[in-house]
């Protein structure tokens, strides 16, 4: 980065600004839409670095999706260099945008109809009927629950994603025609995973994150079943131990493996739930990220993007409400209390109790969805893939982003 010059012409450093993404389901899409308005204003104004991205859940599929076009940055293919900023708003635009099964928007039923036709003519026409199964199948659950959620309905069934995906290990279904399609729509953790590396090569992942030299930081949260204990998933990991601890699908799915929706992942000996446990986000370990080796890189500040809203104005009766309520509070605590450890050192920082120059106050900010968007949102809306709804998040997001940046600016003479 180059820096700016100030009042009196002096060259100054550029904020290096760590970047923790909540979990939240289909919500997050309004972190992709925060992502891309800062990524864009990053693109002319020089005055903020992005160094490192955490993420939890939803929030670590946005952080895993930014943090790897900016790890692409300078990359050589066959149309030049990759602008890694640029790449990582492509990416996170399409993975949103573009309709199931090659991306996480549910299609229109007039797009769906098209690619049904379009499928029928190819290679693999047995995969005809996915995209109309899929919208179907969101309206379905959309409808379901709400029913459900009625106060004519005290009861609300649930059933293991272990008994839903069991007649996947049929002895002789793997021969079948088909049956990697048929995995990826009956089993969400394969859904998930196939997404995620139609996106992202891991390979490469891997191989330019162990590379010598810096590179932005990305932070996983995810909880360890059987341990009992949290999980950091770090793009800063062994190499000898990079597919135990470092980014890779499985880390990233095993992040958002919500258990009442998704198979635990089984990871270097043991299994893994959704990081909305513990972390959401990881911010703990963010402040001396590259105390030993790259001080200057060290966060100034911390952006938080945030999707679940600490109040709310009604008390939760419903089943669904009392659980999205629950998952709300847990994610809120959980980033409170990892945000206590650093509001507590800039406090010793601030009064000069710590002196060591590795250590010093962080900024803290928040974004968070306008108060409009946030109200019309609920427990549901969290797995509704409709474009529709999707697009009105992701633009929430990038007019929040676009507030904040401008106040951002302003505060520092811009």
């Known amino acids: 980065m180059s820096g700016r010059l100030d009042e009196v012409g002096e060259k100054t450093m550029p904020r290096s600004i760590a970047i923790a993404c909540q979990g939240g389901g289909t919500h997050t899409v309004f972190t992709a839409g925060v992502l891309q308005a800062i990524l864009n204003e990053n693109l002319e104004n020089d005055a903020f670095e992005i160094v490192a991205l955490s993420g939890t859940s939803g929030g670590a599929i946005n952080a895993l999706l930014a943090w790897y076009g900016l790890l692409r940055d300078g990359v050589d293919t066959p149309d030049g260099a990759v602008d890694g900023k640029r790449e990582a708003m492509r990416l996170l635009n399409n993975f949103w945008t573009t309709g199931w099964p090659d991306g996480n928007s549910a299609n229109t039923y007039q797009a769906a109809f098209h690619k049904f036709i379009e499928t029928l003519q190819s290679p693999h026409p047995w ?9 179907a199948r969101n309206d379905f659950v959309q409808w379901a629950g709400r029913w459900l959620s009625s106060p004519a309905v005290a009861v609300h069934p649930e059933i293991s994603p272990y008994f839903l995906t069991a007649f996947l290990s049929i002895p002789g279904l793997a021969w079948m025609p088909g049956y990697d399609a048929l995995k990826r729509e009956f089993d969400v953790q394969e859904a998930l995973r196939s997404l995620l590396n139609a ?25 360890d079943v059987l341990a009992g204990k949290l999980k950091l998933f770090t ?4 190499p000898m131990f990079w597919r135990a601890d470092g980014i890779t699908a499985d880390s990233i799915v095993a992040s958002a493996a919500i258990p009442t929706v998704m198979r635990g992942v089984r990871l270097g000996g043991s299994v893994f739930w959704d990081g909305l446990f513990g972390q959401n986000p990881p911010v703990h370990d963010l402040p001396g990220l590259y105390n030993d080796r790259y001080p200057t890189k060290s966060p100034d500040e911390l952006w938080i993007i945030r999707i679940n809203p600490i109040r709310v104005a009604d008390e939760p009766k419903n089943i669904l409400d009392i659980q999205d309520r629950r998952n709300e509070m ?7 209390l990892e945000l206590r450890s650093i509001l507590k050192m800039n406090e010793f920082v ?4 710590i002196s060591d120059p590795r250590f010093k106050h962080i900024d803290i900010h928040e974004i968070e969805m ?3 968007i946030a109200r019309s949102l609920d427990y549901l809306s969290k797995v ?15 007019r929040q982003a676009a507030a904040f940046l401008q106040q951002w600016n302003l505060n520092r003479g811009r």
């Open 350 to 353: 601030d009064a000069g109790i």
């Open 127 to 135: 995969e005809a009927g996915i995209p109309l199964a899929d919208r």
């Open 235 to 238: 793009s800063q990991a062994d």
């Open 384 to 398: 509704d893939r409709k474009p529709g709804l999707l697009g009105k998040i992701m633009d929430d997001g990038e």
């Open 370 to 372: 306008s108060e409009p």
């Open 199 to 223: 996106y992202v090569d891991f390979d490469e992942v891997e191989k330019v994150a162990t590379q010598d030299g810096f590179h932005p930081a990305l932070l996983v949260g995810a909880a």
């Open 330 to 336: 847990a994610g809120n605590v959980s980033l409170g």
